[in-house]
């Protein structure tokens, strides 16, 4: 339980970390586009996060794949939802295929689910290089075959952490975009948030959103510090016996 809520806390603490900037333009177009938007990118990035972290290794391997072939599907996803908010004849259209997929969901309240899953399962891949001493263990242990108990409770509670801040900038940002001076933008401002992903997509095709991550860790080293609960002696020694 020590490692699990120190696992969940090292999540909410992971938002503040400067390997987060890079993915920020994701995370915000969540505060565009219909209501279950939000919502969408969570699951998804939960579901993708958990996923990726514990049976990449054996999907890789069952399939007979290249690890970067899912950072690829990342890449396209990311490209092709930054097109749909860029232009709106492609939006218009993404929305009435969503619809007609889904037709239970047609209602305002879910206008938006399966694009932000879409959008959040990218998100987390590109989330997996920001982890802490007990991510990077059970991922260790993923890799080894051994999918425990522990390593799916220590992953779902940290992604669960990550989630906690991530709804609430989304939330934040869509209240502060629905004001009523800035109604009458809203499509334009969904326009460039669709052309950032895009350039987003286009600098992981080349390797910047890496580079960036390096730059950002390399030049603010106190916010390095931010896994200082998952470093402590108890955590450690609890994390040593779970692991062995």
Known sequence: MLLILVAFLGGVLTVLSPCVLPVLPVLLSGTVGGRGRPPGIIVGFIGSFVLLTLFLAS????LNLSPDVIRWVAV???LGFGLTLALPALHTRFELVMA???PQRRGRDGDGFL???LVGATLGVVWTPCVGPILASVTTLALSGQVTGFAFAATLAYALGVAVPMLGVMWGGRKLLHRPALLGRLAGIQQAFGVVLVLFAVGMVFGLDRQAQTVLVNSIPALQKLTFLEETAVVQQELE????
């Open 59 to 62: 999907i890789v391997g069952a």
């Open 76 to 78: 396209a996803l990311l």
């Open 100 to 102: 007609r997929a889904v």
């Open 115 to 117: 694009g932000g899953m």
């Open 241 to 244: 016996r779970q692991t062995r």
